[in-house]
């Protein structure tokens, strides 16, 4: 008998799936010494104090005017007995970003001491000192300001366009050869292998799908990662950022003494309408509310969005669709996984069919996801209908959101489990008797007979192996 | 006593100033406000940094009037960032210092100075959180508490309008904490008892900031994790509706659960009339009851 070819299971579910990290993640897989270069900034210092979880902002307050190193025991003390697991949390999240290290105290006991530059920065901008981030006090009153309402509006269209783009929609002319660069970095979009031109990838598909809030940070984040080819300081770019992020929306900034290289950061972020200007040399800038998301990235935080748009799909249980829209964009994001059949000025019609969704998830995309979109964007009158007497959660009709699932998990239909093939036998009893054993022990995985082969889980295999032996031996 | 388990979306805190001039610290060295008023306002500013979406308000309860001192109603004042301070903490606080400078010259010079408006102020405070917990989104998780920083005494002329104060604050899930800067006030520590929030008298105005930011920074749901002072010994006793003093054994009306010191044929809240059963020389101790 030989056991042989051990089955890898290796991820055979292939489809990448879109990461996107909060700020904490993203710093936390960068270099201690980008870090301290980092808390340089107040601006950082307050957008990482924000990230942090509760008790660790408690810490850093309760530490912020104390100068020597605190004994760790002492900031143990703080925290009642029953909660020693999120006080776990807190250290180890303020160890990760480097914002406290270790330091003696002279008693020898371990003792925790904040970043030298995270402390100062933090108190530069909670109590004031320091340079300010900008040169806006100079400025004079805008003639032509802005208001709220503008600015939201500008922002959404510029964000649409860079979408737009994306899904290959004819208006291409808004778009520059740099946010192509960063989409085709991103693995968003990629060359066609015959006329070079762009194409969305199966992540652009996903990253369609997300909120606006987290497509800006994802893009963002690819951003900065390019942004060293083009000699900017991604640590100048990140404060930069969180500067706008803390900016006061329908508010003038002066770009008066930003550096060349600043500048050049600028114009991208206008041209992502994260920033209006209504002219390159203008002097001022206004921050979209665009910007000011980039500190909501986080999961179950709410942005603060605009008054929002209104919903624009409509869900019935018959599979049918239908979507108010003019925009291409949203048409086109309706195509990704429905069967359209109908346009008109204001309205298309299309039905969710088996092959539709089962060519978007093909493209990567899941059966949570979709739901997902349709909840987000579902049409006003959709919140008002009830769904036949039966509450469920969501807005839409229960069938669709089961078949949709349903869908998913038909291309499910193979579980893997790694284990070990037993073949060769020499005589059938010898086969049933192992069998037989790998039967009682729960480990068999498949037998055939005829074939006298069986497959042993992963986590059986040594247990049966010894029992053979033992076995063999005694025969 | 908010949803405690779960950490809040957002969260309001409503801080009262006591600015009346006759409070004893106020008396001995005028100066020493600006030192309590600086530690409040960056008390205040680590209540904003804390999240996002935090809400703040600073009341400034005078003894002829409350006004709120951020946000200023109106326009907001149009603020610069003057050194590297974050914005919004700079407009925090010049709008609080302008505005209280001008609530102080507001008062009316021929008056002698009484006593402080804390229940109206409160009552300011309740209608506030309110206003923010309407005009938010129904999905998110606001937790709301109403911070008070006093140094004059509590007396018990406001005995009724604080009770109704602290029970609508109760119900409206309100902690109400207090920081007393000189002496034990009795009848808030019961509204702090009432609503679960906490109770301070500091030792020394020294350091004011550090005893806020220790023990009045956390929110409802965090304040279970740290250890904090204690509730300590709250004293419930009531004050009569007549004469609003405190006492322990008192006559209370069988229909509106007014208190009184003295008995009287008809109550004066209700006017219900009592009913004399026998002659009134024994009454006292038919009528005695535990408060």
């Known amino acids: 008998m030989s056991e042989s070819s051990k089955f890898k299971s290796s991820n055979l579910n292939a489809t990448p799936t879109l990461q996107c990290k909060d700020l904490h993640e993203y710093l936390k897989s960068r270099s201690s010494q980008f870090l301290e270069n980092l808390y340089n900034y107040p601006t950082i210092c307050l957008a990482v104090y924000r990230e942090l979880p509760e008790l660790a902002r408690h810490f850093i307050i309760r530490l912020l005017f104390v100068e020597q190193p605190v004994p760790q025991a002492v900031v143990a003390s703080w925290v009642t007995q029953t909660h020693a697991k999120e006080q776990n949390k807190a250290c180890e999240a303020l160890s990760e970003l480097s914002v406290w290290h270790e330091a003696p105290i002279p008693g020898g006991l371990p003792g925790w001491l904040l970043a030298q530059s995270f402390k100062k920065n933090l108190k530069v901008a909670l109590l004031g000192g320091g340079r300010p981030w900008s040169m806006s006090q100079t400025l004079e009153p805008d003639g032509k300001a802005r208001d709220i309402t503008f600015l939201d509006a500008y922002a959404l269209e510029r964000w649409e366009c860079v979408l737009h783009y994306m899904v290959g929609s004819q208006q291409t002319e808004g778009i520059s050869a740099d946010a192509v660069r960063i989409l085709l970095h991103a693995g968003l979009m990629t060359r066609d292998a015959e006329d070079g031109s762009a194409v969305i990838t199966k992540a652009g598909f996903q990253f369609l799908l997300l909120s606006t809030a987290k497509q800006v940070w994802l893009f963002l984040q690819h951003y900065l990662q390019t942004a060293e080819k083009r000699n900017l300081s991604s640590a100048e770019c990140l404060a930069f950022l969180y500067q706008l992020s803390f900016s006061t929306l329908g508010k003038d900034y002066s770009t008066e003494g930003m550096s060349n290289n600043m500048l050049v950061f600028l114009q991208h972020l206008r041209e992502f309408g994260l920033v209006y200007q209504r002219k390159r040399k203008a002097g001022r800038f206004y921050p979209t509310r665009l910007a000011l998301n980039i500190t909501c990235v986080r999961d179950g935080v709410a942005p603060l969005e605009a008054k929002r748009t209104q919903g624009y799909i409509v869900v019935e249980s018959n599979y049918r669709l239908y979507g108010y829209t003019q925009s291409t964009l949203q048409v086109a994001l309706l195509g990704l996984f429905t069967e359209l059949m109908y346009r008109f000025p204001n309205l298309v019609v299309g039905v969710i069919t088996r092959e539709s969704v089962r060519q978007a998830f093909r493209g990567g995309i899941s059966a949570e996801q979709i739901i997902k979109f349709l909840e987000q964007h579902s049409h006003p009158q959709m919140l008002k209908t009830e769904s036949g007497g039966i509450r469920t959660t969501s807005v839409l009709p229960p069938t669709v959101v089961d078949q949709i699932r349903l869908w998913e998990s038909e291309r499910n239909r193979f579980t893997y489990t790694e284990g070990v093939v037993y073949n060769q036998f020499l005589s059938q009893a010898d086969f049933v008797v192992l069998r037989d054993y790998a039967r009682a022990q729960g480990v068999l995985s498949w037998q055939n007979e005829r074939t006298r082969t069986m497959v042993v889980t992963r986590s059986g295999h040594d247990d049966v192996k010894k029992f053979w032996k033992r076995y063999s031996k005694s025969s | ?291």
């Open chain 2, 1 to 291: 006593m908010a949803d405690d388990e779960i950490p809040s979306d957002s969260s309001t805190l409503v801080i009262i100033v006591d600015t009346n001039p006759n409070q004893r610290y106020i008396t001995e060295d005028p100066k020493i406000l600006t030192g309590c008023l600086d530690a409040v306002i960056a008390f205040a500013n680590s209540h904003l940094m804390q999240k996002s979406r935090n809400e703040l308000a600073v009341i400034g309860c005078h003894f002829h009037k409350s006004e709120y001192l951020y946000p200023s109603p109106g326009k907001p004042l149009d603020v610069r960032q003057i050194d590297g301070q974050y914005e919004l903490f700079t407009l925090v606080e010049k709008t609080v210092k302008m505005r209280l400078v001008n609530l102080i010259k507001s008062q009316p010079q021929e008056e002698k100075p009484g006593e402080s408006l804390l229940a109206g102020a409160l009552a300011m405070g309740l209608c506030f959180i309110s206003k923010v917990r309407r005009e938010a989104s129904p999905a998110l998780k606001i937790s709301s508490r109403i911070l008070i920083v006093t140094g004059s005494s509590d007396t018990a002329a406001q005995y009724i309008n604080y009770m109704n104060v602290f029970f609508t604050a109760q119900k409206q899930q309100v902690l109400i904490d207090v920081c007393s800067l000189d002496k034990h006030l009795s009848l808030l520590q019961q509204g702090c008892d009432i609503t679960g929030g906490l109770y301070l008298k500091v030792p020394t105005l020294e350091g004011l900031l550090q005893y806020l930011l220790w023990v009045f920074l956390p929110e409802g749901s965090e304040r279970k994790q740290l250890v904090l002072p204690g509730r300590g010994r709250v004293d419930y006793r009531a004050a009569c509706f007549c004469h609003r003093e405190l006492l322990t054994i008192g006559y209370v009306c069988s229909v509106c659960l007014s208190v009184f010191c003295k008995f009287s044929p008809i109550c004066t809240t209700c006017h219900t009339v009592f009913k004399i059963g026998g002659p009134l020389p024994i009454k006292p101790k038919k009528k005695k009851m535990k408060v």
